[in-house]
């Protein structure tokens, strides 16, 4: 179903054919991100990933949104904490010309001078921007409570003091120390000849130098009491995000611990949405996530709710939390969170741009990949009672981290007095 090649110098190619589409996704993955930085050059792969759509030695930034575009292609990226990926997707017929531009964004930027000081600009109002959004500035609070004093606790875009310090020679050494063969995965999706494809790579590839695959330092997880983080700021709602530590991407019980969320906050079936919202009409907006990483992981639930309801609704989310510690789950919405998983999968998986995501992620993160089948084994053995061991071994009283925007720093103390696990 997957093909895999290696390149002699360390670099990787996934590819999964689908011969019923008429489009191809492609994507060129870096195992480098917010954990390969330190706190003086924060945001730094964030900042070479925007300069990269800036033009290259053979494409002017014009001309490598509009040779994409210009057949009814999409080009993007994206910079996470362990990955950076560069990604197109266009006809079929097209592949060739696509791994051309995408290749040499990455093998052959410019990083020119001037627009490092623009794009620099940019960045900074990007993080007002984000500031200026309470329901997405209060992941970051969050992140800074789960993951204190060290880079992973810290935005993957930066701040403006280490955005502001990065200069032209710190993105060229970056990019030389980090954009190696070792560290570069090469994933494909869609309707293409996989033999053709795997020698355009090397022909492309093949002369990039071979280094160390890239590392960071492991994160630690320190938490000894409920810690709480209230941001006070006139806004119409209060916005929430609580975090308990919780698996890395490998984990055993990682089924389970999905299976566990989807239960709690994945749709608009579970006990989160209908107990808050639905039921008490406490909320408007509620919901859980998962966050994997490879040594560690995070639970969390964000919720928008009235200014004037946060203490009921932060005590029915914790009683939901107690609740599923201590109680089995229903054999009914067992199976339907079971087949809401791998029915949303299955659902992603007919595009090629989601299997391009899929296997491209795995094979930087994992140095292997999943098929479909392998994942729905894997699940069907998960047990009820797997479920209630992942909620005993994340909902624990010296793991709750919590993270308020709103205007209520009056009721801080009642806040934290609240955060107690039964």
């Given amino acids: 179903?997957?093909?895999?090649?290696?390149?002699?110098?360390?670099?990787?190619?996934?590819?999964?054919?689908?011969?019923?589409?008429?489009?191809?996704?492609?994507?060129?993955?870096?195992?480098t991100g917010g954990r390969n930085e330190n706190a003086q050059n924060k945001g730094i792969s964030h900042y070479l990933e925007h300069l990269l759509f800036k033009g290259s030695k053979k494409y002017s930034c014009r001309k490598l949104k509009e040779s994409i575009e210009g057949v009814g292609g999409m080009l993007n990226g994206f910079t996470s904490e362990e990955v950076t990926c560069y990604m197109a997707k266009l006809p079929h017929q097209h592949l060739e010309s696509g791994l051309d531009i995408l290749s040499d964004m990455v093998i052959n930027p410019l990083i020119p001078e001037d627009e490092v000081e623009k794009e620099r600009t940019v960045i900074?109002?990007?993080?007002?921007?984000?500031?200026?959004?309470?329901q997405s500035y209060v992941y970051d609070l969050l992140d800074e409570l789960l993951w204190p004093d060290q880079i992973m606790g810290m935005s993957v875009i930066g701040t403006v003091e280490s955005?502001?310090?990065?200069?032209?020679?710190?993105?060229?050494?970056?990019?030389?120390?980090h954009y190696t063969a070792p560290n570069i995965v090469v994933s494909a999706a869609g309707l293409f000849n996989e033999e053709k494809l795997a020698k355009q790579v090397e022909q492309v590839f093949g002369r990039l130098e071979q280094k160390e695959i890239n590392t960071f330092s492991p994160a630690t997880e320190a938490s000894v009491k409920p810690q709480l983080k209230l941001l006070p700021k006139e806004t119409e709602q209060t916005h929430i995000a609580m975090g308990f530590h919780s698996f890395p991407r490998e984990h055993d019980l990682k089924h389970a611990q999905a299976l566990l969320h989807i239960i709690l906050g994945g749709?608009?079936?579970?006990?989160?949405?209908?107990?808050v919202r639905e039921t008490k009409g406490l909320a408007y907006e509620i919901g859980t996530q998962i966050k994997r990483f490879a040594d560690t992981g995070a639970f969390l639930v964000h919720a928008g709710i009235d200014n004037n309801k946060v203490t009921d609704a932060l005590a029915v989310i914790l009683e939901e939390f107690g609740k599923i510690k201590y109680e089995l789950v229903t054999n009914d919405e067992f199976k339907r969170a079971k087949e809401?998983?791998?029915?949303?999968?299955?659902?992603?998986?007919?595009d090629t741009m989601d299997n391009m995501l899929w296997i491209g992620e795995t094979m930087?993160?994992?140095?292997?990949?999943?098929?479909?089948?392998?994942?729905?084994?894997?699940?069907?053995?998960?047990?009820r009672a797997d479920i209630q061991e992942t909620a005993k071994m994340v909902f624990q009283q010296n793991k709750i981290n919590l993270s308020v925007i709103g205007p209520l720093q009056e009721k801080e103390g009642q806040i934290y007095s609240m955060l107690q696990l039964r």
């Avoid at 997957?2 to 110098?9: C, E, G, R, T």
């Avoid at 900074?124 to 309470?134: A, H």
């Avoid at 955005?163 to 120390?177: C, G, H, T």
């Fill in 1 to 31: 179903m997957y093909k895999k090649v290696d390149l002699a110098n360390g670099l990787r190619l996934i590819t999964h054919r689908m011969p019923k589409m008429q489009s191809v996704s492609l994507g060129i993955w870096i195992k």
């Fill in 124 to 134: 900074l109002e990007e993080l007002k921007m984000y500031k200026d959004l309470p």
């Fill in 267 to 275: 749709n608009m079936s579970s006990r989160l949405f209908n107990e």
């Fill in 364 to 383: 930087v993160t994992l140095g292997k990949t999943y098929t479909l089948k392998e994942i729905i084994k894997e699940v069907n053995k998960v047990k």
């Fill in 163 to 177: 955005v502001s310090a990065i200069k032209k020679a710190d993105l060229d050494n970056y990019k030389r120390e």
């Fill in 340 to 350: 809401f998983y791998l029915g949303q999968l299955e659902l992603a998986l007919e």
